[in-house]
């Protein structure tokens, strides 16, 4: 079964809107770390954002915030005000701590903004 | 400013040629990773080390060994290369242990196998 799943292949977003960028995750550990990354079309993969799984708090970074919903195993990714450089491959990963340092990642999402 | 390099971000090979991917990072991170990452796939854990000497499985280890010899380095090699080998290869590292430890990647090696 798959640990992380992002539903949508590809988004196609209106220049300066916000987009939603979905990911769902599946443990049973109590201890994770959800983290989001950001693939350009360069091929370099940048971190973004992390969200622990005791963090009270979503986490944001400047435009980039994560919508945690631990009761429905949903971390998504919304980017605000999106711009022309935000057009990349976004992907999801959990880290579970019980499963040492491993990164188990989503497939991705292709993420097109729109001028 | 952190940093993990590769060897080459572009290389193209024979099938049944022995073919070695270098990675290397000034961090003086423990732990190191190689993925390969195909469309509609994601990425996928070839193998990964937690200190010199030391290489674990991941989840397509078929085809691929490693070498950790130094802290810095960690090297993913193609015994007999074959055309589905033919992929995105990133390499990463991290620091150790706890739930926020983000990996660093590499710029890639796009390699394509004939």
């Known amino acids: 079964a798959q640990k992380i799943t992002q539903t949508q292949p590809g988004m196609f977003v209106q220049e300066k809107e916000a987009v939603t960028l979905d990911c769902t995750y599946d443990?049973?550990?109590?201890?994770?770390?959800l983290f989001w990354y950001k693939q350009p079309s360069s091929g370099e993969m940048i971190f973004l954002i992390y969200?622990?799984?005791?963090?009270?708090q979503n986490a944001t970074e400047g435009r980039y915030s994560l919508n945690f919903q631990k009761a429905r195993k949903s971390a998504n990714l919304v980017i605000s005000a999106s711009q022309l450089g935000d057009s990349a491959m976004y992907f999801c990963a959990m880290r579970e701590v019980n499963r040492d340092d491993k990164i188990i990642f989503g497939k991705g999402t292709r993420l097109h903004i729109l001028p | 400013d952190v940093k993990v390099t590769q060897s080459s971000r572009y290389l193209v090979k024979r099938t049944g040629e022995k073919v070695f991917l270098e990675c290397v990072q000034d961090m003086d991170h423990e732990n190191m990773f190689w993925y390969r990452q195909d469309p509609g796939l994601g990425l996928r854990l070839i193998y990964f080390s937690y200190d010199v000497k030391m290489k674990e499985k991941g989840d397509i280890p078929e085809g691929y060994s490693v070498s950790r010899e130094k802290k810095e380095r960690f090297s993913l090699i193609l015994e007999s290369a074959s055309t589905n080998q033919t992929s995105m290869y990133l390499c990463a590292s991290s620091s150790g242990t706890g739930v926020y430890n983000e990996q660093f990647f590499g710029p890639g090696t796009r390699l394509t196998v004939l």
């Open positions: 969200q622990g799984s005791y963090d009270q």
């Open positions: 443990t049973s550990d109590p201890s994770y770390g």
